[in-house]
């Protein structure tokens, strides 16, 4: 299965932090499973972090390695990703929630997300 990580579960996965839900890990660990991470992550972080809020404790660029070395793929955003967004219903106004959202449709992938706003989009999307 192709897995694309919300950024909060990314990080969460990264530092191994209780918040991950078991089902989470599972579907992280699972070595037969794809995980990727979105550019519109690395980008969402990297806007947080130099705005410094409290809520992004590392940068873009520490977030970018510890993902490469967990082994996780990178997701290019694509002209493709952006058109799609615009024909996505409006159950959330967070620009990189709805891009990460479009990608996990148009690619196919399996969102892994925390936000139930966000599960809203779709079935394929697992509210972990």
Known sequence: MRLLLDTHVALWAVVDSPMLSALARELILTPANEVFISAATIWEISIKF??????????????????????YFRLPMTWEHALAVESLP????DPFDRMLVAQSLREPMR?????????????????V
């Open 90 to 93: 409006l159950h959330h106004a």
């Open 50 to 71: 130099a705005l410094g809020r409290g809520s992004m404790p590392i940068s873009g660029a520490k977030a970018a390695d510890c993902f490469a070395r967990a082994g």
């Open 111 to 127: 969102l892994l997300t925390h936000d139930r706003i966000v599960a809203k989009y779709a079935d394929t999307i697992i509210l």
